[in-house]
């Protein structure tokens, strides 16, 4: 009799175990919601986006700093996004003041990866604005995460594909040895994919973005990691950003000049040539 009871026990054990690991529970709160294959194919698309560039390498708009980093600012989402915080954080709001954007606007700072480049203006930026939630890999040291709380916002570790508010997705964690996490905004016509470098590999990431929203990339912008890359190995890219029907690519920050030129000769008219100043709304994308 004592055998027959632990045996029930265990099959009782195993099977919460499974109900927790193969059907997760559905999370809903205010730091985020976990994908769901229900929720693959989401219901609300943005309309009325921007994505304004406040931080990159390349040069766009007069009176704007161009410095090794990337920073960009989503408008006309649910919340209004602050992904990546450049290099430096003076060159950041100064930026960001030429553009007209009080740092107070930004709900949500989502950031792609640990290095410098995209982190180094978070200090600065959370000085002027800490009622932010910061969305942050959980790979990141702890001591991040304390520094980010001290400051008195809240952080989101973020480790699983992620919707972060309407219309707006984390990709997850991807890759080995760099983690790195992208935004994904499912707009009326297709999915954006923003990069911060893209270490996992772009088109991993893109294929990824493509898996989670279950509907066509309209447009891929943001570092793609190319600079060091052959003129081949960047054509194979190419070709796979067809394959997978990438509509429109903005290639900037570390994808380098041969990457930028050349998918400027490929896409054309759909390129986007991003720097920092440049603003990307709906309407530059048919």
Request: aromatic share 6%; proline share 3%; with cysteine.
């Amino acid at each position: 009799m004592t055998k027959m009871w632990a045996l029930v026990i265990l099959i009782v054990v195993i099977g919460i175990v499974l109900s927790l690991t193969i059907f997760p529970r559905h999370e809903k709160d205010r730091k985020g919601q976990i994908i769901q294959s229900e929720e693959n194919t989401p219901t609300t698309a943005v309309k009325d986006l921007s994505i304004t560039v406040s931080y990159d390498n390349n040069p766009y708009k007069e009176r704007l700093t161009a410095a090794w980093g990337f920073s960009c600012v989503i408008r006309g989402t649910e919340k209004t996004i602050l992904f990546d915080t450049g290099g430096d954080g003076s060159i950041l709001l100064a930026n960001l003041g030429e553009l007209g954007i009080n740092p107070k606007e930004i709900d949500l700072v989502v950031l792609s990866h640990i290095h410098g480049d995209h982190v180094g203006g978070l200090t600065g930026f959370l000085e002027k604005n800490p009622e932010v939630v910061v969305y942050l890999p959980k790979s990141f040291p702890r001591g991040i995460k304390d520094k980010v709380e001290e400051y008195g916002a809240k952080v989101v570790e973020v480790q699983g594909p992620l919707k972060i508010c309407q219309g707006v997705y984390s990709s997850g964690e991807q890759g080995t040895w760099i983690k790195e996490q992208s935004l994904i905004l499912h707009t009326e016509k297709g999915s954006i994919v923003i990069t911060g470098c893209a270490h996992p590999g772009i088109v991993k990431i893109v294929d990824k973005a493509k898996d989670l929203l279950k509907g066509d990339v309209l447009l891929v912008m943001g570092g793609f990691h190319l600079g060091g890359e052959s003129r081949g190995e960047i054509e194979n890219i190419i070709s796979s950003f067809r394959k997978l029907g990438v509509s429109y690519a903005g290639p900037c920050h570390c994808s380098g000049d041969t990457a930028r030129q050349l998918f400027k000769e490929e896409y054309g008219d759909n390129y986007i040539n991003v720097g920092v100043g440049r603003v990307v709304s709906m309407n530059d994308l048919k």
